[in-house]
């Protein structure tokens, strides 16, 4: 059944225009990095980052880049991936701060309507 909803999930992510992800330069870099490692449908660069103040990134992301990142993610963070624990860790981070915008989207998202941006700030929760 967890398939079913991560697979909705990247549906309503790639119907996304727009949206920002605002974290630390290193996990932008450390998601580039895994990224880079799948023969995906997206490129990501280092250089799609702009500073967003306070030591932060904002990195602006189309649907289609958004749900790869997801997918990206998702696979990462399991148990048995070959990723380390904290290459896990941070995978869960991100998919658990897109999900949560995505969730609160869904499907019925109508247009003209500000999506919230991805932020992965301290204090976030598990």
């Given at each position: 059944m967890d398939w079913v909803r991560r697979?909705?999930?990247l549906n309503v992510a790639a119907g996304i225009a727009r949206i920002e992800l605002v974290c630390a330069p290193s996990v932008w870099s450390a998601m580039v990095a895994r990224c880079s490692r799948r023969h995906g449908t997206v490129h990501f660069s280092e250089d799609m980052q702009q500073r967003a103040g306070a030591g932060l990134v904002c990195v602006a992301l189309s649907g289609v880049e958004l749900s790869e990142l997801m997918d990206v993610a998702a696979?990462?963070?399991r148990?048995?991936?070959r990723e380390d624990?904290?290459?896990r860790a941070l995978c869960r981070s991100v998919y658990r701060a897109a999900v949560a915008v995505v969730d609160e989207l869904g499907t019925g998202h109508r247009a003209g309507v500000p999506?919230?941006?991805i932020t992965l700030s301290a204090g976030a929760s598990p």
């Open positions: 697979r909705r999930r696979r990462r963070a148990w048995w991936s624990p904290p290459g999506i919230p941006s």
